[in-house]
């Protein structure tokens, strides 16, 4: 891709990544747990928007580490993606309609796919449930191609939602957090404290990225926040805090394919761990 065109991605994620976006998804965050089929419906809509600032989709197979209730699905299909959605339950699929044709069952830490079989592998709010992240990108790593994209995003611990329903008490400690939860609401929380919800930071993901000789970072970004508040990813500590939701966009190096972009400079290349 020539200078120019990648010059005009990033013009084109900047003319998307506006405080009127911003506003927008942080209400719909409100009704997460009351309206999910419009958080989630419209958080599908802008990731692809979000993923197509760093390459084409159409014709291309994305893997969804994580698919879930099949949101995702309508959205990337519509943008003419070959889409596979990968969920530990297949069940979970039918939540929003979807059919679980060409879904499959497995974990994010032992992917059933080939070896460099996947064009984008797009993982949204899964990481902080795994028990041994490093584990998940490595495997979403194996599985894209030389050339291909990988969008991963995760709430970290420190975010102000990172106990989830728990927040903002897992500040006090993740344990006390859903101690309250159940004393509050007779049962436990489905997002439980290094059951089902872990204490991951941004540090650590770019600490394993940077480590990481099959990947180079494109982009590190706070997944909600418009173009101008950016600068958070930079500073260590206040990130953990400000981002609220993480992104990392990485490209598998080897040898370069079409549609590929340009590595996205961060403060000289590098990010702040």
């Given at each position: ?18 405080l ?12 997460e ?28 197979t ?11 699905a309508?959205?990337?299909?519509a ?29 994010g ?29 490595d ?43 159940e ?28 480590g ?62």
């Amino acid at each position: 891709m020539t200078t120019a065109d990648d010059r005009a991605l990033r013009a084109d994620r900047r003319r998307f990544a506006t405080l009127s976006r911003s506003v927008t998804l942080f209400r719909a965050f409100l009704v997460e747990q009351t309206d999910p089929d419009h958080f989630y419906g419209l958080l599908a809509t802008d990731s692809v928007r979000q993923v197509s600032g760093y390459t084409a989709l159409s014709g291309r197979t994305v893997l969804d580490v994580g698919g879930g209730p099949g949101y995702f699905a309508t959205a990337f299909r519509a943008a003419g993606a070959r889409y596979v959605g990968l969920d530990p339950d297949v069940g979970d699929f039918s939540a929003a309609g979807e059919s679980v044709a060409g879904m499959l069952r497995g974990s994010g830490t032992a992917l059933p796919v080939r070896t460099g079989s996947v064009d984008v592998t797009f993982s949204s709010n899964v990481v902080e449930h795994v028990a041994e992240p490093p584990r998940m990108l490595d495997e979403m790593v194996r599985v894209t191609r030389p050339g291909g994209l990988l969008f991963v995003s995760y709430t970290p611990w420190l975010s102000p939602w990172g106990g989830h329903e728990t927040a903002p008490w897992h500040y006090l400690g993740g344990e006390r957090a859903r101690r309250r939860y159940e004393r509050r609401m007779g049962r436990a929380p489905k997002n439980r404290f290094r059951e089902t919800l872990f204490p991951v930071s941004i540090s650590d993901t770019l600490r394993w990225a940077r480590g990481n000789g099959d990947v180079e970072v494109l982009d590190a970004l706070p997944r909600y926040h418009p173009w101008w508040a950016r600068w958070v990813i930079q500073v260590p500590g206040i990130r953990e805090v400000a981002a609220w939701n993480f992104v990392l966009v990485l490209r598998r190096t080897g040898e370069r394919q079409p549609g590929a972009v340009e590595k996205t400079k961060l403060t000289g290349g590098r990010v702040a761990m």
